[in-house]
């Protein structure tokens, strides 16, 4: 089946304690982004990527990091969590410009 | 500065009815855009998307208009269903890269 699988689901840390969220699709897409989400904020873009090594920031990567070291991984790395990054996160991946794209089931995390 | 603009007031529409959100952007010059719906606690899932050269697009009860002058799209339900429930969200390519902003999102309430 064709999807992003995120990891974990679910996840409650203590601030400064160094977290990865792991994102993979099985679709050799091209491109892959995380976001995340926040009540009365929307959709908010961390980091993009639109091949192996190459990545990019998005409107929000302040405190988060990513590597693009194969073509079906994205990790989102939060080198010192701090309380102001509990939020839902999701990693997407498309083909190519012009295509929709497909999301991951999120991954709701809790610094405390 | 770019914005994109969908209602907050959630659209409460009776079962059958045709439901139509709207979305506004500024500052943009859009290649396309995409429409996604998404359900609470879960990944947004792709559904439409419409090129500047197209004025309308539909798949099956759902259809989607584009005004590149009046900088406006409408995304319509028709013969809605409970099961339409849901937050749908409009998105567009401000850079024409595939990077994706978002909307905030408009819910629709399909009344039995």
């Known amino acids: 089946e064709a999807q992003v699988t995120q990891n974990p689901r679910y996840l409650i840390t203590v601030t400064g304690k160094k977290l990865t969220v792991t994102c993979s699709q099985n679709?050799?897409?091209?491109?892959m982004s995380w976001y995340r989400q926040d009540p009365g904020l929307g959709l908010r873009q961390i980091y993009y990527?639109?091949?192996?090594?190459?990545?990019d920031k998005g409107d929000v990567p302040e405190g988060y990091k990513v590597s693009r070291k194969e073509k079906r991984n994205f990790p989102l790395i939060l080198e010192s969590p701090s309380p102001n990054q509990t939020s839902l996160y999701f990693c997407?991946?498309?083909?190519?410009?012009?295509?929709?794209?497909?999301f991951g089931s999120g991954t709701r995390l809790t610094v405390v | 500065s770019q914005k994109i603009e969908q209602n907050s007031e959630a659209l409460n529409i009776q079962e059958g009815k045709t439901a139509t959100l709207t979305c506004n952007y500024t500052?943009?010059?859009?290649?396309?855009l995409q429409w996604y719906r998404q359900d609470p606690g879960r990944g947004p899932v792709f559904l439409l998307l419409?090129?500047?050269?197209?004025k309308e697009k539909r798949k099956e009860r759902l259809k989607v208009t584009f005004d590149t002058t009046l900088k406006q799209s409408l995304f319509h339900i028709t013969a809605s269903q409970p099961a339409d429930s849901a937050t749908y969200l409009c998105?567009?390519?401000?850079?024409?890269?595939?990077?994706?902003?978002f909307g905030k999102g408009n819910q629709v309430v399909v009344i039995p």
């Open positions: 997407a991946s498309s083909p190519t410009e012009g295509y929709g794209y497909t």
């Open positions: 679709m050799n897409h091209e491109y």
């Open positions: 990527s639109m091949n192996v090594e190459v990545t």
């Open positions: 500052n943009y010059s859009p290649a396309y």
């Open positions: 419409i090129r500047e050269n197209e």
């Open positions: 998105a567009l390519d401000p850079q024409g890269n595939n990077r994706l902003a």
